[in-house]
């Protein structure tokens, strides 16, 4: 099965990766090889997948998605600044 069919982006997801210019690439490469795992501190369900992108000056993005929904859905996506 492709990596496109196991996860789907919501509506928030597609937006914030338009206006803020993040790849499709950047973001399945972090989905499914991400650097770092982290629970979310406010819900059970997300998990951050975290990882560096060389190709945007070595930023931190953060891709958070629901492993619980099937299949995995992308919640949202951004650069953490604080990272």
């Known amino acids: 099965m492709s990596q ?4 789907v ?3 928030h997801a597609r937006e914030i ?3 803020r210019q993040i790849q499709m690439e950047w ?4 989905m499914f090889a991400p ?6 501190v406010f819900d059970p369900e997300p998990e951050h997948r975290l990882a560096h992108i060389a190709e945007f000056g070595g930023r931190m ?3 958070i998605v ?6 995995t859905r992308v919640v949202t996506v951004f650069f953490d600044r604080g990272r």
């Open 4 to 7: 496109q069919r196991r996860y």
């Open 9 to 11: 982006l919501t509506q």
């Open 17 to 19: 990766m338009e206006k």
């Open 27 to 30: 973001v399945e490469r972090r």
């Open 35 to 40: 650097e770092l795992i982290e629970p979310d």
């Open 61 to 63: 993005l953060r891709v």
């Open 66 to 71: 629901n492993t619980r929904a099937v299949p």
